[in-house]
């Protein structure tokens, strides 16, 4: 869970206090301090340096989320803090842990065959730096690791945000690069790299009083180690046509882009409507298209909010995708989610808040329900997932 950098003016630093001039040092007497002259800079009281502020802790948060869909069980409690140290550095560091339960059906070339149960869990930690050396840009560079039984993941990353035209726009650049091993639970000695390469590129412009506008472009190159392909499970086989089952292999690297925009209107001051609009396409021809929309609500001063948010997605398949294969290709896949699909999301969350409750500033709870779909286009009755996502949190802003 990534926390949100916080852009901070830079700190003030006091000029050094000034000393004695040369006429005091020339008419002081052996032994003795020098003399103060009426108007040199030694006769004015001068106050100490301000000492720099303590590092303070200036946002916790916690939350935990519960996500069932008829396949699978998640559970996904995570915990965050914020810190402001001095001369405009913040620092944040989150956890957050997802303990899986379920089961993953297998595809043949006519039907679903079985279904595949596990239980597994993954932990993961995130820690940001950021630098404000004024109030118009910033930099901030970021570090996160998972683990689970058969994968680990290490992320490194850099970027920058600057303000321009008197604030009216924004621009960021982010660059990250993520570095996997798959494994297998069963064979310790197994381990399958890959590496992941990405490029954000943004810009948000103020268009009006009440109305901002934002564009994002997504550049991602993957590669992996070619016994097992990209995004391929060890643990996943494909059936023939002649019977025989054979591990899914994939290509070992895989490119990627994507484009998004996004509109954001108020009306007048206690609600808002979002609008946007993402167009992905890969090196596998898998191409999607996502519209999200969401409506957003304040009541009572802001102690309350209420959003509706909803989402409609479409994914073709990749180029090498089948429900079955006639004869050991050179790739294959039992992924039903590199198949053509459909998907969608819809829900409802309530944030209620108390300002200057006790050492905070704004104190908040949150609770969200939202419901999401999937249909396949290959056995929908079969595969297709209906699932609830439920979660809450606290937050605390001091």
Request: proline letters at 6%; charged letters at 20%.
């Amino acid at each position: 869970m990534w926390l949100p950098l916080v852009l901070l003016p830079s700190a003030a630093f006091a000029d050094d206090p000034p000393g004695g001039g040369p006429e005091a040092s020339a008419a002081a007497t052996p032994g003795e301090a020098p003399a103060a002259t009426p108007g040199d800079p030694a006769s004015v009281p001068v106050a100490p340096a301000p000492a720099a502020p303590a590092p303070r802790v200036t946002e916790t948060n916690a939350r935990v989320d519960h996500f069932a869909d008829g396949w699978i069980t998640v559970v996904a409690p995570g915990a965050g803090v914020k810190v402001d140290l001095t001369h405009g550095w913040t620092v944040d560091a989150a956890w957050a842990s997802d303990i899986i339960s379920g089961a993953t059906p297998h595809i043949t070339t006519d039907a679903v065959s079985s279904a595949t149960r596990f239980t597994e869990a993954r932990h993961g930690l995130t820690l940001g730096i950021d630098r404000a050396p004024s109030t118009d840009w910033s930099v901030h560079g970021s570090y996160s690791g998972s683990a689970e039984s058969d994968f680990v993941s290490h992320s490194a990353g850099v970027g920058m945000k600057a303000d321009a035209f008197g604030r009216m726009v924004t621009f960021s650049a982010d660059y990250h690069a993520r570095f996997e091993t798959v494994g297998r639970a069963d064979d310790a000695a197994y381990a399958a790299p890959a590496n992941v390469h990405t490029l954000d590129l943004g810009g948000r412009t103020i268009l009006g009083r009440s109305t901002t506008a934002t564009l994002l472009a997504t550049g991602e190159f993957e590669s992996c180690a070619e016994a097992l392909g990209c995004d391929a499970s060890p643990y996943r086989k494909v059936r023939l046509e002649d019977g025989l089952s054979l591990s899914e292999r994939h290509p070992g690297v895989r490119g990627r882009v994507a484009a998004a925009a996004r509109v954001s209107q108020a009306f007048g001051v206690a609600t808002a409507m979002h609008a946007g609009y993402r167009y992905y396409l890969d090196t596998w021809e898998v191409t999607g298209h996502t519209v999200q929309l969401s409506l957003v609500r304040s009541f009572f001063d802001d102690h309350l909010t209420v959003r509706a948010n909803g989402r409609y997605a479409r994914q073709s398949a990749a180029s090498f995708w089948g429900p079955g294969y006639a004869s050991a290709s050179e790739w294959r896949t039992g992924d039903l989610d590199l198949g053509g699909l459909t998907s969608g999301q819809g829900g409802l969350s309530v944030e209620g808040s108390l300002y200057g409750l006790g050492p905070a500033s704004r104190a908040s709870l949150s609770a969200h329900v939202d419901r999401l779909w999937l249909r396949h286009d290959v056995f929908p009755d079969e595969t297709s997932r209906d699932g609830w996502l439920l979660g809450g949190g606290i937050d605390a802003i001091f």
